[in-house]
């Protein structure tokens, strides 16, 4: 399959979502009217939907209903959406710029910002909560359960937690993995699980998904850590540069670049591995790990 084909695939799933997205959230003239336009602000028009992207990838694989692919797809950029909007507060990274534009604290103020994450997170559990959404009410119950497991002191608040700590720290490379396996790595591998999870996958395939999705997780992260120290603050629609300038360990930090472009080498030959038994039916998971990698933001 072409390459062309893939981004016209990857283009029609983010407009899928972009939409999906526009209907679950609350409209910006109905009151609580800050609050709701501050929280279509943060979410629409914006990111990559990695997330959102996988969720469609693995739902195909496993014969998902549309409905409930739109539902899971919305409900892990909502978590991820809310992280970032609290990652970029003065009290954690004190960020400005977040997607090319101002952050939610700059272009409104700290209170919404805090807000925005809050009622985003409730609203991820909603699309995902709404009865007979996937015929299997206990498979239902377990994308919850994956859900707040991924997104909780578990998963990506416990990464955030570790993250703040180690801050000026020497850490080891088995610490900085933990700390990113769970900070980043958690919600991408819900993303794929909720995908899988709403469709037929059996047992014995989720297992095989979950360690191909630990290991795009942690991908991601190597992928993130090299193109904070190569690229520039115009392409990256974020801060560049910004783990050196505050001092936070990273795989560059700890293995330097051409270590961890290796390592980089080293997870996407794993997780193309991973993907081996599915066939076809593997090929978007296939592509997206490849996106991963060759991402420039
Ligand atoms: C504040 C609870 C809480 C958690 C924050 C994930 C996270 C934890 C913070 C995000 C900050 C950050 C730079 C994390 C490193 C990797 C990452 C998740 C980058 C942003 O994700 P992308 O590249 O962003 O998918 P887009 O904008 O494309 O969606």
Known sequence: MSSTEF??????????????????????????ARLNEATRYATLGGGKRVRPL??????????SPAAALDAAACAVEMIHVYSLVHDDLPCMDDDVLRRGKPTVHI????????????????????????????????????????????????????????????????????????????????????????????????????????HFA????????????LLDAEADTATLGKTAGKDAAHNKPTYVSLIGLADAKRFAGELRAEATRCLAPFGDRAQRLAQLTDFIVERSF
């Not at 996988?54 to 014969?63: D, H, I, Q």
């Not at 805090?114 to 119950?141: K, S």
């Open 107 to 210: 272009e409104y103020d700290e209170a919404t910002a805090m807000l925005v994450g809050d009622g985003l997170q409730a609203l991820a559990f909603q699309q995902i909560g709404t009865p007979g959404l996937v015929a299997d009410p206990a498979r239902q119950l377990r994308m919850s359960l994956q859900l707040a497991r991924a997104a909780g002191p578990r998963g990506m608040v416990g990464g955030q937690a570790l993250d703040l700590a180690a801050v000026g720290q020497n850490i080891s490379l088995e610490e900085l993995e933990f700390m990113h396996v769970h900070k980043t790595g958690a919600l991408i591998r819900a993303a794929v699980l909720l995908g899988a999870l709403s469709g037929d996958a059996s047992d014995s395939e989720l297992e095989t998904l979950d």
């Open 54 to 63: 996988l969720v469609y990838a693995a739902g195909e694989l496993a014969r």
């Open 7 to 32: 981004s016209a695939w990857m283009r029609q799933a983010q407009q899928r979502v972009e939409t999906a997205l526009d209907h679950a959230l609350p409209a910006a003239n109905v009151a609580p």
């Open 214 to 225: 630990k290991t795009i997780g942690l991908l991601f992260q190597v992928v993130d850590d």
